[in-house]
């Protein structure tokens, strides 16, 4: 059975995601994968290993898809995020939103991704030609306004 | 009382661990715990502008009051996605 959110180590599921979300109602289905990209800041990257705190994580991940309800009550949502080591062009994480009609599906989905970077514990550890380094981005605080908004702006824009 | 620390990512590296035990005095906050691990791992110094903390798996402040038992978790700045 799929849930709606999940941290798993396992290869991410998108027809599952996709079947979770859709119905009779729906007439748009937005499916974002983000994926392992080849370079970063002018380094060749070999792999990642995304760690995560899964339990944290996990509850992030239901606090996303709940701000999302709130804004956007007729959108139904799945997110899952991948831990472990990944290849070039492997997906780390999956956002499927549905909604009657288009504009909200792509809001939201949006919205989630800005999010899952600002308040969810999970980290990228870079491995590329000559060395590794931790990803640092965002200082995770779920009660930022202004970061909420920021992400509530760019998925509006 | 005792607590047990998570580490994650670069502390985690710092610290050649992700699982600690530290023992505290009653009533302690999170930022005790944090001076206990500076002590340990000077290294960590640096980094108390941009972490953040959870107790028993729910986002915290290092302001907050934590009890025997509890899991206290320092968070480098995330890059999920």
């Not at chain 1, 606090?63 to 139904?76: G, N, Q, Y």
């Amino acid at each position: 059975m799929t849930s709606p959110t999940a941290i798993t180590p396992a290869v991410l599921d998108l027809p599952a995601l996709v079947r979770l979300v859709e119905g009779p109602g729906h007439g748009a289905v937005v499916a974002f994968l983000g994926l392992v990209r080849d370079h970063n800041v002018g380094r060749r990257v070999t792999h990642l290993v995304y760690e995560a705190y899964d339990a944290l994580a996990l509850k992030a991940l239901d606090r996303i898809v709940h701000e999302a309800a709130d804004k956007w009550p007729s959108v139904r949502m799945a997110v899952h995020h991948r831990t472990g080591r990944l290849e070039i062009g492997e997906a780390s994480v999956a956002i499927v939103t549905a909604s009657a009609h288009r504009a909200d599906a792509f809001s939201a989905s949006r919205y989630a991704i800005e999010r899952i970077k600002q308040i969810v514990p999970i980290w990228k550890h870079e491995f590329f030609e000559g060395g590794d380094a931790w990803i640092e981005g965002a200082t995770a605080d779920p009660d930022n306004v202004e970061a909420r908004d920021h992400a509530m702006r760019i998925a509006c824009a | 009382m005792r607590v047990t620390v998570r580490l994650f990512a670069r502390l985690r590296d710092l610290a050649g661990a992700g699982e600690l035990s530290r023992e505290v005095p009653p009533e302690s906050t999170v930022d005790a715990v944090w001076a206990l691990l500076v002590r340990d791992y000077p290294a960590f110094e640096a980094y108390r502008q941009s972490l953040s903390c959870a107790v028993n798996a729910e986002y915290a402040r290092f302001h907050t009051t934590i009890a025997d038992g509890d899991e206290v978790a320092f968070l480098p700045p995330v890059s999920g996605g």
